[in-house]
């Protein structure tokens, strides 16, 4: 029983976007699961961004930023006022989504749904560089 | 130590709906956690569900199906337009709806109040059927 | 290999509000993780609280409290009609928040990021005194 860990770190540009993480798990394990079970979380240690389990493509992911900018729209409502302007919004995110998410893996493989992929939900544009923590816990 | 696993499958039929799932965990600890202590992780392989913990009855459920369809509507506003109208709402689920929860347990229960239930929320009309994965990691 | 597990209580007040957790969860590791790694699950047995990983203070807490608030009013719209005046609000608060984060724990400390708080997000004013639940499943 062990756990393993790899901080990775991604480039996430000037705009908003989704940045799939699912083959950086699927390395990751490949290298410490050893074909076993266990638990591995997922953790972006950032206070702007989080971690969603999305179909990426066919549209999707425009339809998300847009329901997210919908919802926590980047104009002057915030009282939060440093970095670019409406960038209050970026700290309201972790109210709807999490900075982590567990998921189970079995035989080494993660249990992913034919249409789920892993990825780092960003929407703060003063900020190009994302770390991302994976955490495998070993059954 | 070491991790259990099962997948059950779910009815969830034709109209969106909140699906109980805390008796299923029960009996599936009660089948491998023998009384000890680990985490509990809940995850629907699907990209058009989630699982929340909610109260259930009592208006609740309809309430929250009310509130997700105000915030994220079957409309005609979606770039992904496969399968029935508006189904691209249920592709941005998973912005306001993790696939996963994890719980901690405690001599073979699981730490839910009294009020929480553990249910899988799904809206996609398309999709009559849904696998649920139920992880045990023992301490 | 064990787990760990503590309960706390928190003091929330009458009024909706965020109540900072992540002391409380650094002085459980300190008595438990004995520097070592492995995944720390925060959880609130409450069917109407959730917890929210974020940066405390510059405007943010109240930011988030007035975007929940619009997201989902405490107004006359809800079937619960149990409790205070749009207290059905509160029950589709997990909706949105999910009553359980699960962050990796390295050499004893968690991975937070700078700007990162957890914190307990409560907007029931109907009930003063919430539990939380602290698990660490050590590797």
Aim: charged share 20%.
């Amino acid at each position: 029983m062990a756990m393993h860990q790899r901080e990775i770190e991604i480039e996430t540009g000037s705009s908003p976007g989704l940045a799939d993480l699912t083959r950086a798990c699927a390395e990751f394990l490949a290298d410490v699961a050893d074909a076993g079970d266990g638990l591995l979380t997922v953790f972006v240690p950032h206070a702007t961004a989080g971690v969603v389990v999305v179909e990426l493509g066919a549209g999707s992911d425009d339809d998300l930023l847009d329901a997210l900018e919908r919802l926590l729209p980047h104009d002057e409502r915030w009282r939060h006022r440093h970095g670019s302007p409406g960038h209050g919004a970026d700290h309201v995110l972790p109210l709807l989504v999490s900075p982590s998410v567990t998921i189970p893996v079995v035989a080494g493989a993660m249990t992913l749904g034919t249409w789920q992929s892993i990825a780092l939900l960003d929407t703060n544009a003063d900020n190009r560089r994302r770390r991302v923590q994976l955490a495998f816990l070993a059954g």
